[in-house]
Structures are given as C-alpha cells and as structure tokens.
C-alpha cells in the first residue's frame, strides 16, 4: 500500500482498478473522426466516462442519474466509452457489483482520488477525453454526448440522432433556467429517490415533481408544424372513421417480427404520426389530404393536440430520462398496493413508451422488468390543481413582469430613498495588452470577427484582464465563467502560466474552438468543461465573465461568494432578467425595501437600451439603469462580507454593456 498525494491510500500499481471484464460485441465500431462540423484534434482519443454509485435498490443503481445514462448507453448499444462507477463510500460489494451490472458493458470501480483533477472539480456524471483537459458533466451534456458519438461512429442509427428532437435542442437548455429541464434532469430523479427512501408514513403522497409530469402531460402539445397536423386531426374527427395505428407487441420489430396493427377510435393521429416516425412510415395520403373547408378553419377552431410521450408527439432524450424514474416510482407504489388513479396521464405515457423498438430490450439488459398496467380513468381536474410547473409566487411574479411604462418614476423612487447610480474609478484606465507581440492565437481577431468588433474585444479584454492581474498569485485557480470561445480564459492562461485556468461553458461548439485555439499556444495550464454552471463544484481563487447574459451573472457572483473567491464580472442582457427558482429580484435589502419585484424589471428592461443607434439622452438614461440594477448586485455581494466596485470599462465604446464588478472577500 502507499498514500497518493490526495492522501488516498491505494494498491501500488500503474492503473489496477477492479476490473469486471465482459465480451466486447462483434458489432462494437471503432471511434472516428467527429462530424457535424466538430473539429476536436483528439477525437479518436479513448474517452472515459464516470458514474457514481451509491448503492443498488431492486433493479436500479443508485443515484439514478447513473441508471439513466446505463439505460441509454443499452439503448443505444454504444460501446465507445470506457466506464468507471466512482463509488460514494469506502466499502463496495465487488461481487455484489458484478452480479448486478449490465452484461454486455464493461465496467471499472474507481476511487474518489484516482478521478482525473478537472472530474473532481465535477457533479457526476461525467466524461473526460483521455488527455484529461475536456470534461464534459450533469446528466444532460453527458447523454446528449453519448447520443452524438453513437451516431458519428455509425451513422445507420438515425433513430439515436432523433432522440435529440427537433433542432438537436433537447434538453439542451440549462436546468437553472430551463423549467422542463430541471424537472427532468433534476426534480424527478431527486423526487423519486426521496421517495424510495422516505419512512412508509412520509411516501403517502405522491411527490409534487411527479404531479407536475402528469399535468405536464395533459397539456397541449407545441410543435414546428402546429397548424397542418391540427388541420389534419380536425379532417379525422370530422370523418369520424377509425384509423389504423403501428402498436408493437412484446417483442415489436425488435427480433423483426411484424408490427401489429390496432384500431383505435379517433382522435389518434398524434399516435399515428408518432409511430409512423418511429417506424420510418408516412402517415396514409388519407390523412394528409386536406379538404377545402379543412383549409379554411381558423387556426383558433382547431383542435388541440394530445402528448404521445414526454415532449410532445415524438420519442425523445426526454423519455429515455424519465423512464427508469417513473419505472421505480410505480414499482415501489406497486408494492405498497397505492392506486394511481391520479396518474392516468404517465400510466399511459408508460405503456405507450413500453412500445418504443429498442426500449424493452435495454430495459432487459438493465434488468428492468417493466409493469403492465391497466387502463386508468382521467383524475378529476382538481385533484390536480394546486400542481404547477411553476411555483405560484413566481408565475404570479413573471405574469406581472409584461408591463408597459418608463424608469423615471423609479428612478425619482430611488433617488428619493438616497440610491443613485455610482461607478468607482477605473484603477487603471490606459492599462492595456501589447496584442502585437502575442501570438494570433491569443487574439480574438483569430475567429471570425470583423476587425472593428475583434478592437472592441480586444479592449474589453484590456479591462478584465487588468483587474484579474492585480488579483492573481501564483498557483491560483482562475475560472472563466461562461466563456465562449475562450476570449478570457486563453488570454489568461497564456499570459499568466503559473496560474491554473478554466473555462467553463455550455455550448459545445465554443468550447471546442476554444480548445483547438488553445493546443495550438501548446497551453498545459487550461481545462474545459461543458457543464450547466451548477455541475461545477470545484474550488477556486478568481472568478471571472465576460458579458454573462442575464441572470448568469447572478449565478457567476453566487459560486464567487460560496468559494469565497474575488470576482472580475461584466454583465450583459438585463432585459432576460427574472425571478428563477434560485433568485430573487431586487437582490439586496436596501432594494427590496424600496423597489417591488415589477419596478426593479422597469430597470431591468431600460437597461438593455444603450445600444449606440439610440439617441444620446436614451442611452444616458439605460446607462443609469445599468448602474441601478448593478448597484443592487454590489450590495447584496456586500452582505456576504465582499468589498465591490462597479467600474465603467475604457473606453465606455468599447461595447454598450460596459460596467465591470471588482468584488474581493473581506
């Protein structure tokens, strides 16, 4: 035995986990290079993708985060990640373990301190190219990951690719703003292993997070082609015949058996075009013929369309995640004999997911043993109500946000009150980067910015960069807080190389440029992670973000002050400021006692007027708002025991979103 420097003891070796080697499949595809426009030097590099373990309750490992990534993995028969379960205490049941892991995926034990550094600074899941720099974390990004690398490495499986929904964008969008997203990816799994584990007193009731799924599920479903598939339906009900509908039987055209049909009494076109989808059909030319006085109908006289599965009428990413949620859910409400009359909608949503080619089938290799449930009769509405996606103090709140007036009786508000915009000085005005001596590499001109945009970035660079130096010692940890393509961060990496830099994103796309941008400077001091900003619990000395949208300047000041790490933010977008279920507006007490929530949105909306086309005296006014709605953000910074300055950055041209906080830990 000997302690490695993270103070772990381990066996001596070169890499020896405990192994549980399986037969690789003869249909396992070899990685090549990434297409869709991704452009990755180390794409064919063996990627290693990390889950934690808790423990295993019936047919699920726990937490369920890693469930669900196993499930899809099966589904999508992708062998192309290497997998460590990360397990969460000291003593692990290896042969417990193996007996109960999938069969066909091999799979590694790995402890806490062996993970590469940039995974410890993640929430699992996780999965992080070999040469440890590019990590991407949380359930969304990894499996949104899986669903992409399946499809490069064989592009026959379209119907993975489809899992993605339309646009590619589902569950795209961050749970810290994204209410469906956060139901998926964090309020059901959460809800359903409180439930699991709650005393038999404390599990009467179903969870609010899976009453909010079932009235999720009776709501009229939004989609592209809205208007044509009503029209459509409305053709169907006013024919008031019966149309036959693709329903698979219990092995489906999984072994390449026939699919059978069954009538169903109309309205079904949602399932017929949903099926139709998963079956690569066409729905009947019956159908799709429109009749004249179809035509006609006004598009508020159409009828509204019925949930087929989570997101609408196709299969998505969306179900594979609420799947083995909602499967353990009925199961241990099985087992204490509750009715769920209440949840005819997932009752349904169930069975019907069930019928989905594929899904049996990983199920079986997950060891789920899926239920068939009865037909269940609709809950009387007002069982239901009460169960919103929204909490009702922020729907009311965000209701009221849609207003129609000017800043000045809030600003006269304030100014009354003794609260007037203030800026601090700048602490080094004509302070700037010598851009010619750096490599083009450094230079935000490299993309494919006109050269008067890639000045007005070079000189808001010029700013932030300033105030992060006189903050930063050697050895500090600097995080570049939703950094694009890297602008921040890769000036910083490279000018300061005793200091270790992360970039922090959630679009792919930027963060791959930023990285091929960096393996050319040749930078051994920089990290990636494609992460929602939540999923980043790493500890760290300076925080920084350039023109952070909205409420992610909130966010970025809020893991500041938890790490108690100083701060250089310039924000950007107020008008998308909003009440969130983790913020709250005003921000600081002072604020609250003298503005509500819709005058401070007054502010918010001005603020966003400073574009240059405005009229100077418009423009004077939205700088004035943006000092306001900053001002509020210094002071609640400081009831944290921060010290903060709202400085302009110079020039003010270099971009209409000019304030800049400097907030250090007192």
Same mark, same amino acid.
């Given at each position: 035995?000997?302690?490695?420097?993270?103070?772990?003891?381990?066996?001596?070796?070169? &890499?020896? !986990?405990?192994?549980?080697?399986?037969?690789?499949?003869?249909?396992?595809?070899?990685?090549?290079?990434?297409?869709?426009?991704?452009?990755?030097?180390?794409?064919?590099?063996?990627?290693?993708?990390?889950?934690? /373990?808790?423990?295993?309750?019936?047919?699920?490992? !726990?937490?369920?985060?890693?469930? +669900?990534?196993? /499930?899809?993995?099966?589904?999508?028969?992708?062998?192309?990640?290497?997998?460590?379960?990360?397990?969460?205490?000291?003593?692990?049941?290896?042969?417990?373990?193996?007996?109960n892991?999938?069969?066909?995926?091999?799979?590694?034990?790995?402890?806490?301190?062996?993970?590469?550094?940039?995974v410890?600074?993640?929430?699992?899941?996780?999965?992080?190219?070999?040469?440890?720099?590019?990590?991407?974390?949380?359930?969304?990004?990894?499996?949104?990951?899986?669903?992409?690398?399946?499809?490069?490495?064989?592009?026959?499986?379209?119907?993975?690719?489809e899992?993605?929904?339309?646009?590619?964008?589902?569950?795209?969008?961050?749970?810290?703003?994204s209410?469906?997203?956060?139901?998926?990816? +964090?309020?059901?799994?959460?809800?359903?292993?409180?439930?699991?584990?709650?005393?038999?007193?404390?599990?009467?009731?179903?969870?609010?997070?899976?009453?909010?799924?079932?009235?999720?599920?009776?709501?009229?479903?939004?989609?592209?082609?809205?208007?044509?598939?009503?029209?459509?339906?409305l053709?169907? &009900?006013?024919?008031?015949?019966?149309?036959?509908?693709?329903?698979?039987?219990?092995?489906?055209?999984?072994?390449?058996?026939?699919?059978?049909?069954?009538?169903?009494?109309?309205?079904?076109?949602?399932?017929?075009?949903?099926f139709?989808?998963?079956?690569?059909?066409?729905?009947?030319?019956?159908?799709?013929?429109?009749?004249?006085?179809?035509?006609?109908?006004?598009?508020?006289?159409?009828?509204?369309?019925?949930?087929? !599965?989570?997101?609408?009428?196709?299969?998505?990413?969306?179900?594979?995640?609420?799947?083995?949620?909602?499967?353990? !859910?009925?199961?241990?409400?099985?087992?204490?004999?509750?009715?769920l009359?209440?949840?005819?909608?997932?009752?349904?949503?169930?069975?019907?997911?069930?019928?989905?080619?594929?899904?049996?089938?990983?199920?079986?290799?997950?060891?789920?043993?899926?239920?068939?449930?009865?037909?269940?009769?609709?809950?009387?509405?007002?069982?239901?109500?009460?169960?919103?996606s929204?909490?009702?103090?922020?729907?009311e709140?965000?209701?009221d946000?849609?207003?129609?007036?000017?800043?000045?009786?809030?600003?006269?508000?304030?100014?009354?009150?003794?609260?007037?915009?203030? /800026?601090?000085?700048?602490?080094?005005?004509?302070?700037?980067?010598?851009?010619?001596?750096?490599?083009?590499?450094?230079?935000?001109?490299?993309?494919?910015?006109?050269?008067?945009?890639?000045?007005?970035? &070079? &000189?808001?660079?010029?700013?932030?960069?300033?105030?992060?130096?006189?903050?930063?010692?050697?050895?500090?940890?600097?995080?570049?807080?939703?950094?694009?393509?890297?602008?921040?961060?890769?000036?910083l990496?490279?000018?300061?190389?005793?200091?270790?830099?992360?970039?922090?994103?959630?679009?792919?796309?930027?963060?791959?440029?930023?990285?091929?941008?960096?393996?050319?400077?040749?930078?051994?001091?920089?990290?990636?992670?494609?992460?929602?900003?939540?999923?980043?619990?790493?500890?760290?000395?300076?925080?920084?973000?350039?023109?952070?949208c909205?409420?992610?300047?909130?966010?970025?000041?809020?893991?500041?002050?938890?790490?108690?790490?100083?701060?250089?933010?310039?924000?950007?977008?107020?008008?998308?400021?909003?009440?969130?279920?983790?913020?709250?507006?005003?921000?600081?007490h002072?604020?609250?006692?003298?503005?509500?929530?819709?005058?401070?949105?007054?502010?918010?909306?001005?603020?966003?007027?400073?574009?240059?086309?405005?009229?100077?005296?418009?423009?004077?006014?939205?700088?004035?708002?943006?000092?306001?709605?900053?001002?509020?953000?210094?002071?609640?910074?400081?009831?944290?025991?921060?010290?903060?300055?709202? +400085?302009?950055?110079?020039?003010?041209?270099?971009?209409?979103?000019?304030?800049m906080?400097?907030? +250090?830990?007192?």
């Amino acid at each position: 035995m000997r302690e490695t420097a993270g103070g772990c003891k381990q066996e001596l070796q070169v &890499q020896y !986990f405990f192994c549980f080697p399986a037969e690789r499949s003869s249909s396992f595809h070899p990685l090549k290079e990434l297409q869709l426009g991704r452009k990755m030097k180390d794409s064919v590099a063996e990627e290693h993708l990390y889950l934690g /373990f808790s423990h295993q309750y019936r047919d699920s490992i !726990f937490p369920l985060h890693t469930s +669900i990534s196993l /499930f899809l993995l099966s589904y999508c028969d992708c062998k192309l990640f290497k997998i460590f379960l990360v397990p969460t205490g000291e003593d692990v049941d290896d042969q417990f373990v193996t007996k109960n892991l999938l069969g066909d995926i091999e799979v590694h034990l790995i402890s806490r301190c062996q993970l590469p550094a940039v995974v410890q600074s993640c929430c699992l899941p996780a999965v992080v190219v070999k040469d440890g720099k590019f990590c991407r974390a949380g359930l969304s990004v990894v499996l949104r990951h899986i669903i992409q690398k399946t499809y490069e490495a064989d592009p026959s499986k379209k119907d993975v690719l489809e899992l993605l929904g339309f646009k590619k964008t589902c569950l795209k969008a961050c749970a810290e703003v994204s209410q469906w997203t956060r139901l998926c990816e +964090i309020s059901i799994p959460l809800a359903v292993e409180g439930f699991l584990t709650a005393s038999p007193e404390h599990c009467q009731t179903i969870p609010p997070d899976i009453l909010q799924l079932e009235k999720k599920l009776g709501e009229p479903v939004r989609v592209h082609n809205d208007d044509k598939i009503r029209r459509q339906k409305l053709q169907q &009900q006013k024919a008031g015949a019966k149309t036959a509908v693709p329903v698979l039987g219990k092995e489906g055209t999984e072994e390449g058996k026939p699919v059978e049909m069954h009538q169903h009494s109309l309205p079904s076109l949602e399932l017929s075009i949903a099926f139709s989808k998963l079956l690569v059909q066409e729905v009947s030319d019956a159908v799709n013929r429109e009749a004249p006085h179809i035509r006609r109908t006004k598009t508020s006289d159409l009828p509204l369309l019925d949930h087929v !599965f989570a997101e609408g009428l196709y299969f998505t990413l969306a179900d594979i995640v609420l799947l083995p949620c909602i499967h353990q !859910f009925l199961v241990s409400s099985k087992k204490q004999g509750k009715n769920l009359v209440n949840l005819p909608l997932i009752a349904s949503w169930y069975r019907r997911v069930q019928e989905v080619p594929g899904v049996k089938k990983a199920a079986g290799k997950c060891k789920m043993e899926l239920l068939q449930l009865p037909e269940l009769m609709s809950a009387p509405q007002e069982q239901l109500q009460g169960f919103s996606s929204v909490p009702d103090e922020l729907e009311e709140e965000n209701e009221d946000s849609n207003f129609i007036g000017g800043p000045r009786p809030t600003m006269t508000k304030l100014m009354v009150n003794g609260i007037e915009a203030k /800026f601090s000085p700048h602490p080094c005005p004509s302070w700037t980067i010598d851009w010619t001596n750096l490599p083009s590499a450094v230079s935000p001109g490299e993309g494919k910015m006109s050269r008067d945009r890639a000045l007005r970035k &070079q &000189q808001q660079l010029n700013n932030l960069v300033a105030a992060v130096t006189k903050l930063a010692k050697p050895g500090d940890v600097i995080v570049d807080f939703c950094s694009g393509g890297g602008h921040v961060g890769i000036v910083l990496a490279h000018m300061m190389p005793s200091c270790q830099v992360v970039l922090i994103e959630n679009k792919e796309l930027s963060l791959i440029r930023a990285k091929d941008r960096s393996d050319e400077l040749g930078l051994n001091n920089i990290w990636f992670i494609q992460a929602n900003l939540d999923y980043f619990n790493g500890t760290f000395n300076i925080g920084v973000a350039l023109h952070a949208c909205g409420v992610a300047t909130d966010m970025v000041i809020d893991h500041c002050i938890k790490a108690r790490a100083a701060f250089v933010i310039s924000p950007c977008c107020y008008g998308f400021i909003q009440n969130t279920v983790k913020f709250k507006y005003p921000r600081s007490h002072q604020f609250k006692e003298v503005l509500s929530y819709k005058e401070h949105m007054i502010l918010c909306r001005f603020a966003d007027q400073t574009a240059v086309q405005l009229p100077p005296d418009r423009r004077l006014i939205g700088k004035q708002c943006m000092g306001l709605v900053d001002l509020d953000r210094a002071w609640a910074a400081e009831e944290h025991n921060y010290s903060v300055q709202v +400085i302009s950055m110079e020039p003010e041209s270099c971009s209409p979103k000019n304030n800049m906080f400097v907030g +250090i830990p007192t």
